[in-house]
Every structure is written in C-alpha cells, then in structure tokens.
C-alpha cells in the first residue's frame, strides 16, 4: 500500500497524461496501467473556459486521485500561484511542485521548489516536490513537510533511465515520507530497478505515451513495477565473486 499524506493507493504507478496520439489511447493505457494517480499541468487545462476541449474528458475521474502539477513555473511565486489555482478550481489538495531553472536540460531549481514547499505545506496541500537526485536536498524537502520526494531518475523525457542509482539509494534509505522517482524513466527494466532500489512508486509519461504501442508499453510498466517491488520485498542474493554450486554437496554419492 503506498500512503501519501491521507491518501492510501494499492498501484505505486503514477502516470502523466500528456502527449498520447489521442483521447482513446490515452483512455486505454491509462486503465491497462492500473493506475490510481493521474499527474498533469495545470496550465494545460481551460480552467477559464469550460467550452474548450478537456483532455482529461475520456476519463472516468471518479477512478483516479487528481495530482496536478506546477509545470511551467520558474519561480516558487509561480508555482505557488499555479497550486492555488488548481485548489480554487476543485482539481484536488495535492500538488506536484515543478519548478525548472534550466529551459534546456528542464533540471529542477532547488531553492525555488524548497521555497514553494514550504509555502504550500503551510497553506495545507499535500505536497509532492519533484527535485533532482541530491540527498541533502530530499533531507531539506522532508523537514520542510513535503508529504513525498520525486527525485528525477534522469533529464525529463529523455528515456535514459537511472544515472545515479547510489544517490537514488541514500534518498530512499534516508526518507521518512514516500520517494516516487520521477522522470527520465525510457523502459519497463528501468522502472523494475526503480522499485528494486527500494522507491514506494514510480511516476513517467513520454515512456509510455511516446512508446510505438503506449498501451501495452503501460501493462509493461505496470507489470516492471509489481516486479520490481516484489523482488524488493523478497530480498536479493548477495553477490558472491565465485561460482557456488545450486545443489547441496552435501550427502552426494560418490
């Protein structure tokens, strides 16, 4: 079960929900992918004018918990101000806080997002930063109240998987709140040594609606998760640097 704040999710999936080729698609992977979270940017959406399109109107939203997200700001202010908005329209408490300081690599800034945690934390939201891969900077995000940490497994949309699997591995072993890694997720192998790494859930987007097929790309992830986290809760072997034998030696006749 992956709780955050006073939420409580059997699926540690979290899934965008921008960019699929169309409204069906996106219906279909969303419901294989068994998702309970879906994420987006709230500046995506015609809060001011009803009568525009709603790329979230395929979907049964009595399903899925609503996480929108701060995509766009570039300061804690804007970010700040994005979250309120999302409240004051009904969308949901909690927040994904996005705040980028770099147009090219789209890296997190973190002063910002520290800042505007803060802030929201205080204001009352559920709060779900997404940050880079720094375990003094996950440590801070906790102190401050953040109800989960999403560090980025890599660059946003890039597909290159896990770069930094220690620093990864010192955030989870460290945190006292839930760590959804978040970003750069390219393959379901990806998303399996997310969760064997010990994170509560994994959240991606282009790996699935950029994918040839993004619906079966979703069961995949959705399979690589549940695996993952099994795997995690089994424990692994040590790794040995000889061959042991599989069989007891033991009573073998000679």
């Known amino acids: 079960?992956?709780?955050?704040?006073p939420y409580e999710f059997s699926s540690r999936l979290l899934l965008g929900t921008g960019k699929f080729p169309d409204f069906d698609v996106q219906r279909r992977a969303v419901e294989v992918s068994e998702t309970e979270i879906l994420t987006f940017a709230v500046r995506r959406m015609n809060i001011y004018d009803p009568a525009q399109p709603n790329f979230l109107e395929q979907l049964d939203l009595q399903k899925y918990k609503l996480l929108p997200n701060t995509a766009g700001a570039s300061t804690a202010e804007e970010a700040v101000r994005i979250a309120r908005l999302a409240r004051a329209s009904g969308l949901c408490d909690m927040i994904k806080v996005e705040v980028i300081a770099d147009m090219k690599t789209l890296l997190p800034d973190p002063i910002a997002t520290l800042e505007a945690t803060k802030i929201l934390v205080e204001d009352g939201f559920t709060v779900l930063p997404y940050t880079n891969d720094d375990p003094v900077l996950a440590r801070h995000l906790q102190e401050a109240g953040a109800h989960a940490v999403m560090p980025g497994a890599s660059p946003i949309g890039s597909g290159q998987g896990i770069l930094n699997p220690l620093n990864l591995s010192i955030i989870i072993e460290?945190?006292?709140?839930?760590?959804?890694?978040d970003a750069g997720i390219g393959t379901p192998s990806d998303a399996v040594i997310a969760?064997?790494?010990g994170a509560d859930g994994v959240l991606l987007n282009t790996a699935v609606s950029g994918a040839k097929d993004p619906i079966k790309m979703a069961e995949a992830m959705m399979l690589g998760i549940k695996a993952g986290r099994l795997g995690y809760e089994a424990g692994r072997i040590p790794k040995?640097?000889?061959a042991q034998a599989s069989s007891p030696l033991e009573g073998m006749s000679k």
């Open 1 to 5: 079960m992956l709780r955050i704040g």
């Open 240 to 242: 040995k640097r000889y």
């Open 195 to 197: 969760m064997e790494l």
């Open 174 to 181: 460290e945190a006292t709140v839930p760590i959804i890694i």
